[in-house]
């Protein structure tokens, strides 16, 4: 069984930093693109920002130039740097991922973590 868990959520004040933590685990060939999304109360799961596995980025123009992601295949863990957060960027931060599986074979699937949720207030 394949698990994604995600931690280093809290309470920020605007213009700090988390840097929130992807990690995966169980019987795991290898891990394909890895995203995070957010989701604020009462709206839709928003994409923050995507990773492939050659490291090519994305981010949603709401985070560019504040938000880093990067993963560490190794640990098989993805992580996204939050800087200058602002009282927009509270929701629960999700992790999804793509995992190849060993299960008598290699096979793809989709996976998501439980959520960590992030506050930026003064």
């Known amino acids: 069984q394949v698990q994604l868990v995600e931690s280093g959520g809290g309470v920020v004040q605007p213009g700090g930093s988390l840097r929130l933590s992807c990690a995966a685990s169980?019987?795991?060939?290898?891990?394909?693109?890895m995203g995070w999304y957010r989701q604020a109360p009462g709206k839709q799961r928003e994409l923050v920002a995507t990773?492939?596995?050659?490291?090519?980025?994305k981010y949603a123009d709401s985070v560019k130039g504040r938000f880093t992601i990067s993963r560490d295949n190794a640990k098989n863990t993805g992580y996204l740097q939050m800087n200058s957060l602002k009282p927009e960027d509270t929701a629960v931060y999700y992790c999804?991922?793509?995992?190849?599986?060993?299960?008598?074979?290699?096979?793809?699937?989709?996976?998501w973590g439980q959520g960590t949720q992030v506050t930026v207030s003064s």
């Open positions: 999804k991922a793509i995992i190849t599986v060993v299960r008598g074979g290699f096979y793809d699937y989709q996976y």
């Open positions: 169980g019987s795991i060939k290898s891990i394909n693109d």
């Open positions: 990773i492939t596995s050659g490291a090519e980025t």
